[in-house]
């Protein structure tokens, strides 16, 4: 379980709701994935199906439930990321001629909430709403915290044969990191060296939206 806040109960709950994120659960499998004891599982899925955070589906399972589609909304219009970032990851897409993403932190997984194809032919697609691991992959590692002296971080092969990635973090006038922006493609383009190819022009478009959130 991911220790947040250090209350308790909220953390415990956050858990629940980024386990059911990445699909829908049995309370089985809702126990092994978060790692809480049945009886509180039990407890806190049942509080947030009460609150419709959650709902069960048609086997049963615990899925997300339709009061997150209002507060999703309301948070888009208050602060719509993925429409700020769209038109900093068009020009570095046209910039790099290779594939653009934004990567937000989900718990211990990373979101896609926005992805810019390359024109090539030959390419990596992720798809917009697609959540990977943290562990593996430039983003995932930037959303962590990873530093490195250049200012990004790349991958070769990490999460994915044959793709390589560098990323950058777009950070709040606090220093918080609010995501991740990122280049992928195959490594046959993008080389065994990204950073060096494309780290400074990710940085800087890091930096340009990083400039456009804190306005």
Do not use: Y
């Amino acid at each position: 379980m991911d220790i947040v806040t250090g209350v308790g109960v909220l953390d415990k709950a956050m858990t629940v709701l980024r386990s059911v994120a990445v699909e829908a659960r049995s309370l089985n499998e809702l126990q092994e994935s978060t790692g809480l004891p049945r009886a509180t599982a039990h407890r806190l899925a049942a509080a947030l199906e009460a609150h419709a955070i959650l709902r069960r589906d048609g086997d049963g399972r615990f899925e997300l439930g339709h009061a997150l589609i209002s507060l999703g909304q309301a948070a888009d219009e208050r602060f719509p990321l993925d429409d700020l970032a769209r038109p900093i990851l068009s020009t570095l897409r046209d910039e790099t001629g290779e594939s653009t993403q934004l990567f937000v932190q989900e718990g211990s997984h990373r979101r896609c909430v926005v992805s810019l194809e390359t024109p090539h032919g030959l390419r990596w697609i992720v798809p917009e709403g697609s959540v990977f691991p943290l562990e593996a992959g430039s983003a995932g590692r930037v959303l962590t915290g990873e530093t490195s002296d250049t200012g990004w971080i790349e991958s070769v092969g990490e999460r994915e044969a044959g793709v390589a990635s560098v990323s950058a973090k777009v950070a709040a006038p606090d220093g918080t990191i609010i995501a991740a922006l990122s280049v992928s493609g195959p490594i046959e383009r993008l080389t065994e060296q990204p950073g060096a190819r494309f780290g400074t022009a990710v940085l800087a478009a890091a930096a340009d939206l990083a400039r456009v959130v804190a306005r």
